[in-house]
């Protein structure tokens, strides 16, 4: 088993001419949580997206725990334990909470789903809204149930696209403090992309910096912080 | 529904459809209600692929149909017992509809609709044309054997005992099907049609359960068509015809499919409805066209789902 839980080796994804990601590498270490951060239409959705099986990559390879998935489908690499959440909360509206959440849990092959979905849900405080149909929820819940449904059977790996996306200011530190608590207690790794500065410096052990589809600088936060370019393309030179 | 409540409300359907036509008499009556039970059961096929699929098809006819011709063509041949050639027939068109579902499921929308219809029209022309086989635009009679399933034939084709039957296999139907749904293909389809993205996200695979609802759905409408075969002995073309499809949508969409009965209202309340009009029925589509437009307007839901507002205590209570 390599210490690296993820690996995306020069992945490039090009739509006709256009590069949306360009030759990009990162990595995941078991339990890191890794900030990806950039500008709007630097390519931090598509790497999520070449990474979980959803855009097919043009070059380059992703490995999960040593593993070569780059010609697996998302099913399949969701149940080798590679999960994701959406900017765009995506759930099922039509269904209980429970249920859909529930439904999550056996297909992860777990002895029991029940106990496993209960232990999410009560996790993301969802338990009081449990047999709620989910477009009965406030937005606020939904976003944990859309979270929720990327935790079901601990996956190895949580890629989060923007998880804070039109939460309040309150809410969205309370949720990042729980991530972090949940990635250190779970042993799950985390690649989060967030807008939220104060929260992805709050809660990264590392970051990656992207612009243009390139990545343009890596490492610890406050190195990253200093670096010149990430001052002057991302932060602004003032900041 | 509870589990008891679910086998309690299915006995005593039985039970009272039993008793319905021991006790009434009306051949023209139970003729009508026979015939509303047979389209009741093609639209909770029709109802079952949009309520568990979120697809429109207009080519359930085809299913609906092709059982018919099949039953008669291998009772025809003299090839096997008609027991077996029902059997046969309804596995093949759940069979051909499965496989041919892998292909046209992943077609999303109106194209999914219009594909339907295609196929669907498709056998329509080729039965009318096949004079050797079906017998043509004329139809074919079938000649069903003396007893059926150990019952002679001439009590079977009694008004009373053909309703009985076709509400006894309407009743079975809903049953298994609420079963089924209850469980793991229940939700799996659901999220599914809920979702199709985030299903896969959450590791199922989405194909298979699409294609096999369809199959399902195919399933409840060709035993419709054996049903129909069986009680007017005689199938043709129009059997196939794609307003046979239209109608059985509408009454899925008037009955209202978000529950598994409501089609089958829908079947039940069209013929009625036709049937008290009377002489006025020449202008029947005209009127059950309003009746259509009217129910999606102001009840989305269908006429279930207005039942189930008013069971539940006035139209302003929804939500949580």
Redesign the interface.
Known sequence: MSALVLEAVDVAVHYGGVKAVDGVSFSLARGQIRGLIGPNGAGKSTVIDAV?G?SRLTRGKVLLDGEDVTAL???QR??RGL??S?QRT??????SVR??V???A???NHDRPAADAEAVLGELGLMQVAD??AE?LGYGEQRRLDLA??L??KPKVLLLDEPMAGLSVRESHELARHLESLAGRWNVSVLLVEHDMDVVFGISHALTVFELGRVIASGEPAEVRRDPRVREAYLGSAG | MTMRSLWLTTLCALAAGGLFGFFVHSGTLLSLLTQALIYAVLAVGVGLLLRQNGMVSFGHALFFGVSGYGVGILMQANLMPAELAIALTLAGVALAAFLVGLVIVRVPGVSFGMLTLAIGQMFYLTASRSRGLTGGADGMNIDWPARLFGVPIAQLLKPGAMFVLCWSALVVVLFLLALLLRG?FG??T??V???E?????????TLMPRALVFALSAFVSALAGVLSALNTGFVSPEALHWSVSGVALMMAVVGGYKVLWGPALGAVVYFLAKDALGDHATHWMAIFGVALITVIVFSPAGIAGALGRLARGGPGRA??
């Not at chain 1, 995506?90 to 269904?95: A, H, N, Q, T, V």
């Open positions: 979980t959803r489908g998302v099913v969701r149940l999960s994701r959406f995506s759930i099922f509206g039509g269904m249920r859909q529930e439904l999550a056996q297909r992860m709620v149909t009965a449904l990327a079901v059977g | 793991r939700s799996v659901e999220a049609r809920d979702n993205e985030r299903a896969r996200f959450i590791g199922i695979l939500g949580r």
